[in-house]
């Protein structure tokens, strides 16, 4: 939790749930708030990142970069075949230097997300921890915005 307050002496605590699924997110936002985003309970590997920004490709009318971090799944022998393809369709892979995330506008709304949007009764279990996140996933961008300028 972000802030709390308690009596002296009151233990506080949030049952978490144990043995469930986990959620993965890959997300593409501007800074003008426009949001892509895929999620699923599997592991995001090469092959899953290579889906979404390949149907991304598709979908711009101008040049586009994204900003990647320096996982391996970002710079994957597959990853590297595709920007190619990728450059000749208007869209361009720029790569942050390693230990930058603060450079990387993403990290910002999952911090957002973690801190301001999801709530701790969202953590009960993992259906409505999913059902939690999509929705605030689908209100980016509408009803939930990010001030980059700050």
Same mark, same amino acid.
């Given at each position: &939790?972000?802030?709390?307050?308690?009596?002296?002496? /009151?233990? =506080?605590?949030? /049952?978490?749930?144990?043995?469930? !699924?986990?959620? %993965?997110? $890959?997300?593409?936002?501007?800074?003008?708030?426009?949001?892509?985003?895929?999620?699923?309970? /599997? &592991?995001?590997?090469?092959?899953?990142? +290579?889906?979404?920004?390949?149907?991304?490709?598709?979908?711009?009318? !101008?040049?586009? =970069?994204? =900003?990647?971090?320096?996982?391996?799944?970002?710079?994957?022998?597959? &990853?590297?075949? &595709?920007?190619?393809?990728?450059?000749?369709?208007?869209? $361009?892979? $720029?790569?942050?230097?390693?230990?930058?995330?603060?450079?990387?506008?993403? /990290?910002? +709304?999952?911090?957002?997300?973690?801190?301001?949007? +999801?709530?701790? !009764?969202? @953590?009960?279990?993992?259906?409505?921890? $999913? @059902?939690?996140?999509?929705? =605030? +996933? %689908?209100?980016?961008?509408?009803?939930?915005?990010?001030?980059?300028?700050?």
């Amino acid at each position: &939790m972000p802030y709390r307050w308690q009596f002296r002496g /009151e233990n =506080v605590c949030i /049952e978490a749930a144990t043995g469930g !699924k986990k959620l %993965n997110c $890959f997300g593409i936002i501007t800074r003008a708030n426009a949001f892509s985003y895929q999620i699923t309970t /599997e &592991m995001i590997d090469t092959h899953f990142i +290579l889906e979404h920004l390949d149907r991304f490709s598709y979908q711009i009318t !101008k040049h586009t =970069v994204i =900003v990647l971090d320096n996982a391996k799944v970002h710079q994957s022998k597959a &990853m590297l075949a &595709m920007q190619q393809i990728w450059s000749k369709r208007g869209l $361009f892979i $720029f790569y942050l230097p390693p230990y930058s995330p603060h450079l990387n506008i993403i /990290e910002r +709304l999952w911090k957002e997300l973690k801190a301001r949007w +999801l709530q701790p !009764k969202d @953590y009960i279990n993992d259906q409505q921890l $999913f @059902y939690a996140s999509k929705l =605030v +996933l %689908n209100a980016i961008g509408k009803d939930l915005c990010i001030n980059f300028t700050k």
